[in-house]
């Protein structure tokens, strides 16, 4: 069974703890966690499958870590990987910025050929604009977490996410493999 590789960058630790909670949801033994401050280009490459956890800073910038690794990502070729995105933002407080990282982030793994899983509906969310939304299909490019504004929907969707990944991943047992939790 090959693992997926799970992969976030954090400064407060909300996107480090949805990342727990993925691997938690999804199984220890199938997901290999990284913090992106602590990795090199070989450590995405030797993984076909692919999670990246990327919060949204104030008025649509890149989260520390990840703007430090930036440009190595950006010279990652992502042909024959798939690759699920979540991004943390707040909705209400930077409305216009909501979850931009990630649209930046999946911006550069399209283009450096990755295959995309993990669409997410932009239904019950309320944003003025976000580069992670694809224009006309109300989807995100991956799934969407405000921890400052809807905590309380965060382990549901984290559970529903979690199901489409292990489906969209083919992983062995599918949605039915995955544990639910109520954190």
Do not use: H
Not at 79 to 90: E, N, Q, R
């Amino acid at each position: 069974m090959s693992k997926i590789g799970l992969f976030y960058g954090s400064d407060e630790g909300n996107t480090e703890s949805v990342a727990l909670r993925i691997r938690a949801r999804l199984g220890e033994e199938r997901v290999d966690l990284f913090d992106i401050a602590d990795v090199t280009q070989l450590d995405i490459a030797n993984y076909e499958q692919l999670i990246f956890g990327i919060p949204t800073w104030d008025f649509g910038q890149i989260q520390s870590d990840w703007e430090e690794f930036w440009e190595d990502v950006q010279e990652i070729d992502f042909s024959g990987k798939t690759v699920a995105l979540f991004g943390l933002g707040d909705q209400f407080g930077y409305g216009d910025y909501f979850l931009d990282a990630m649209g930046m982030l999946y911006d550069v793994i399209v283009g450096r050929g990755a295959a995309i899983a993990g669409l997410w509906s932009t239904e019950g969310y309320e944003f003025e604009a976000s580069k992670a939304e694809i224009e006309g299909e109300g989807k995100f490019m991956g799934l969407a977490i405000d921890e400052d504004q809807q905590e309380e929907l965060t382990a549901e969707r984290l559970n529903l996410w979690c199901k489409q990944i292990a489906d969209e991943f083919n992983l062995e047992g599918g949605a039915a493999s995955v544990v639910e939790l109520d954190d």
